[in-house]
């Protein structure tokens, strides 16, 4: 594998699923794959579980591992070509990528939307730039649009958990006092379509994720509808997509409360499962009663995130 970012570059997913068991079951058994070989994770926003978990993976494995906090005593880049160099950016990015590749074997980056313009954001020029300039595999730790690894730690932690075979899934839009970025819900849209799951999403009207990655799945405008009988619940705040209205790319239109994910709307559920990617602002998107709640997964959620990276990790070794 040489760039991952997609549900599609993983291949069959039963494949995938049974590998990362295999490694849940003894995660050092890959030890010698990685001798000698070092991951750069870079960084151009924070985190917290991404960072420590993609860390733990490339250790599993037996990599050296390179951080870089971009923001944090790197010179600062300049992204876009044939701009005047004559602010406060030091480098530009087409030398920094070729010498940061110097260093390593593997690509991490981890790159927000930055919500100056939607087709910059989806088109993802950040990420493009390092699959074109590198000459190394490259993976995704949340770009723009998408967030692959959150979302193979999910569909892990799914089928961990689920208690028949073909569970009800509803990702539900909850409220947030900031503009967040679609790659959580897009990625997981995306990695649902494609699992055996019975799928709904539910959000207020404006909030229609792209097609690419929502594809056929059924949308229903009413939270409560969707929540019936669902086995998981998946929440996630994100800001709007632009898809109906593109000049709303990246604005809040709703901060309807009602939306909060509260013992209310899980009374609906077949006694689901709560999900969430984290961070989370408690009693935005989640009350404390739901996130404490015995069937609240977010923190084995995170803890699958170790998995799903050396999964990813061992198959870009594989391939090198
Ligand atoms: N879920 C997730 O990616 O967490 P971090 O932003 O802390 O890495």
Redesign the pocket.
């Known amino acids: 594998m040489r760039v991952f970012r997609s549900v599609k570059d993983l291949g069959p997913l039963d494949v995938a699923l049974k590998e990362a068991m295999e490694i849940k079951a003894d995660r050092y058994k890959y030890q010698e794959l990685g001798k000698n070989k070092t991951a750069l994770l870079i960084f151009f926003n924070?985190?917290?579980?991404?960072?420590l978990s993609t860390q733990k993976a490339a250790m599993n494995l037996g990599m050296n591992v390179i951080v870089l906090d971009v923001n944090q005593g790197a010179w600062k880049l300049e992204t876009e070509r044939g701009v005047v160099m004559d602010g406060d950016k030091s480098e530009h990015l087409l030398e920094a990528i070729p010498v940061m590749a110097s260093y390593c074997d593997i690509i991490g980056v981890r790159s927000f939307a930055r919500f100056e313009s939607r087709e910059d954001d989806y088109q993802e020029k950040i990420l493009e730039q390092f699959i074109q300039y590198s000459g190394k595999p490259v993976f995704f730790m949340?770009s723009a649009t998408v967030?692959p690894l959150?979302s193979f730690a999910d569909l892990i932690t799914i089928e961990e958990y689920k208690e028949c075979k073909r569970p009800k899934v509803v990702l539900t839009w909850a409220p947030h006092p900031k503009a967040l970025p679609q790659a959580v819900p897009n990625s997981f849209a995306e990695w649902m379509n494609a699992a055996d799951v019975d799928f709904v999403v539910t959000h207020p009207e404006g909030y229609e994720l792209d097609p690419q990655f929502v594809g056929d799945a059924r949308v229903e405008y009413d939270q409560m509808k969707a929540f019936e009988g669902a086995d998981f619940v998946y929440a996630k705040n994100w800001s709007c997509p632009g898809v109906t209205r593109p000049e709303d790319y990246g604005k809040i239109l709703s901060q309807d409360m009602s939306w909060t994910v509260s013992e209310r709307q899980m009374a609906v559920t077949n006694n689901a499962h709560f999900m969430h990617?984290?961070?989370v602002r408690r009693n935005m998107i989640v009350t404390d009663d739901v996130i404490e709640s015995p069937r609240s997964l977010v923190i084995p959620e995170?803890a699958n995130?170790e998995i799903s990276a050396t999964v990813v990790l061992k198959r870009m070794l594989e391939a090198l």
């Open positions: 924070n985190s917290l579980r991404t960072r949340e967030h959150q990617c984290l961070p995170a995130r």
